[in-house]
């Protein structure tokens, strides 16, 4: 198990509890930024594609697509680690 934010490699999980997801209290806050900026980004994007779909630039469009579908993988993985109680 790595740590989500900087890939440091968590230790190994002693006793009960819910497993890691971060290797410090700031990279869990980094990632908690990070969504944020996802979610921004994905927004823009979205914004974008619309556009550009409209201006008939399919292959911006594509791209626009093809990016929002790579930043919402991202957002999901840190979502889901957030929903599963976020603790260190
Ligand atoms: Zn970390």
């Not at 819910?18 to 944020?36: G, V």
């Not at 626009?64 to 260190?88: F, P």
């Amino acid at each position: 198990m790595k740590c989500l934010k900087c890939e440091t490699e968590l230790p190994e999980q002693q006793g009960a509890g819910r497993p890691r997801k971060y290797c410090s209290d700031a990279c869990q806050r980094a990632a908690a930024l990070e969504i944020k900026r996802l979610d921004s980004r994905i927004a823009k994007l979205e914004r974008d594609e619309s556009t550009w779909r409209v201006r008939g630039a399919d292959g911006y469009a594509k791209n626009a697509a093809h990016e929002i579908k790579r930043l919402e993988a991202r957002l999901v993985q840190l979502v889901a680690a957030d929903a599963e109680g976020g603790d260190l």
